[in-house]
Structure formats: C-alpha cells, structure tokens
C-alpha cells in the first residue's frame, strides 16, 4: 500500500519543466528522445521512490543521464550550434525567443546545466549540487557565471 | 537583488505557463510515453474519460481487463488516487488502451448493445461483495430484480442488506448492471452514479 500520486500527474506537474531542461542540454529531436527515455525510465521506478522524495530534482538526474547517452550515442559533442541555428528548436517560452536558449545551449557544459536546473526546472541549489557534484555554493557560482555570460553574449540581456 | 529575472523566469515559480508549441510537443510525446509504457508491460493501470448520457465516465483498466468505472460524483481523482494506492503507482492516462470498452459503451449507451464482452478485472472486489457483482450480468437486458431475489440467486436469502452495499460497491456499474437491481416495493433505491442515473440507464433499456 502506497500512498503515492498517480504517475500521470507527475508527468502533468513536470512534464514541462523536464522537456525545456531536456531543450537546454540537447537539439530538438533528441530532446523528444531524452524525454521519452525520461519518463519510460521513471515510470519503471516509480514505485520505489521513497515518498519523500523530490520528484523533479530526481526527473532532472534521470534527464540529466539520458542526455548523456543519447550524446555518447550520437558520438559528438553536446553543443552543435551551427546546426541548431538552422532548425527550428519549437521552444515557445514566453518572453523569450530562441536565440536566448541557443546562447543557454553555448554556454560551457557545468554553466548550460545550473542555468538549466535552476532557472528552467527551479531546483534549489542544494539539489543541483548533488546532481553535478561538488558543494552548494559552486552550484550557485556556474548558475550565477552562466548568467554573466548570456548577459555579456546575448544581445538586449543586459539590465535595461 | 536579484538581476536575472529580465533573463528567466524565476525559480519560485517552476511552473512556466505552457505554449501552444509546447503543449502540442508534450501532447505527442505522451502518446508516445502511452505506446511505449505498455510494449514494456509498465502500463499498470491506463485510464480515459468518455462522455454519456449519465455524465463523464472514467474508465481504467488493468492488463487483465476493465477494472473501474467511476460516475463524476464518485471523484475521478480521489479514485485514480484510489488505485493508485491499492492497485499500483503505474497509473496513465491512455485513451487507446480503452478504445474497445469506450466502443461497447457507446454501443450500449445508444441501445445497440445488450450485454459487454470484455475482459473484466474484478481484482477490487472480495468475498460476498464479488460473489454478488458476479451474478449481477445474468440480469438480462430491461429486466429487474429485488435485492431480496438477488439474495437468494446467490444463495444467501437473508442477506438483503448485503447485497445493498455489494451494489452500492460496485466497482464496474453500467457493466455489471446493479442498476437493474430495485427495491422490494419497486422503487428504485441508491444507486452509486446516484438516482438520476439509475433512471436514465432503467428507461434507456426500457425504450430500446
């Protein structure tokens, strides 16, 4: 007997979060991939998390991972950004338009993904650290760099 | 302070307001979650809604069969927490999984059905509850009975009450038809879709 929440309102409540994280660390098609190996592979544990646990902080690791091997699958490296300007990326952010999340996709792989976790999917550092590795505040450093960089590269990111 | 928020969204709102592009990708990739959760065998419980004459139905299923039906009244999501919780986690909704029970319903539900040839998974029900929800499609089509005469099909004559609450129990109604079970006097008694509904289904297979 559990008292867990029916798997489909996991997937309503962070079905979202996960694909635009899922944007972040991959182009489009792969990004669809990444996701649905997401949530088949969530779906097969689900009923062994312990209800205590952060459901989105543990989507996002096991995103994290399925875009690791669907990069290693693919055998290069994680930001094509020649290619991605060419396509459409589908990303429909309000208030944001796709050059911003090209420049997130630029940026040096720990930064891209701080930025990601944090600002797209809303994870605490503490939680991001312990995706990453390392401490809580190095999290925050290559969330806070990631975003000194998009400032500096991103035209009309800057304070107004 | 903090200076990022012309940038992003901020994090004390994880939930970003969804476009139409992103609500459309999210709707393909779960169709396609669906398919690949049952190839897997990882689709423990898949439910979908229909509309009917007796209002919006939820309808789950196990592998083995049909295993609820659920009027509006009941709370479609206080009983998918329900099986959830007795049947398994692994609940998601997938409409395709359901498609041959929503075609017998709507068979039925425009009077060219009579009975339901489907899987069933009685796996909710025990004991005499099950025993009684059993015997409830040998009730044919239009016809009633008294709880009393139930009582005795089953073998249990004095267990009037018993078989009430089998009835108002009964975690498949409309296909195994407790509707079609009345009071002694003729008057209709509870009814777990509630009396209007008991109606409707009564004078649905009267008129056909």
Known sequence: MSNKQP??????????????????????????????????????????LPETANVEAWLVTIARRKAIDVLRARQREPVPVEQLAERPTGLGIPGADDGLWQAVRGLPDKQRQAVAYHYVAGLPYAEIAQILGGTTDAARRAAADGIANLRKNYPGGGPS | MNDHEDLFTTPTTPTTPTSAADAAALARLHTRLEQAAHDEGLLDVAYRTVDSPVGPLLLAATPRGLVRVAYEVEGHDRVLDALASRLSPRVLRAPRQLDPVARELEEYFAGRRRSFDLPLDLSLSTGFRLLVQRQLPSIGYAQTRSYRQVAELVGNPKAVRAVGTACATNPLPVVLPCHRVLRSDGTPGGYVGGAAAKATLLSLEAAA
Do not use: I, N
């Open chain 1, 7 to 48: 798997f489909e309102k996991v997937v309503q409540a962070h079905g979202g979060a996960v694909l635009r994280v899922c944007r972040v660390l991959l182009a489009s098609q792969d990004a669809d991939d990444a996701w649905s190996e997401t949530f088949l592979s969530a779906l097969r544990a689900y009923p062994g």
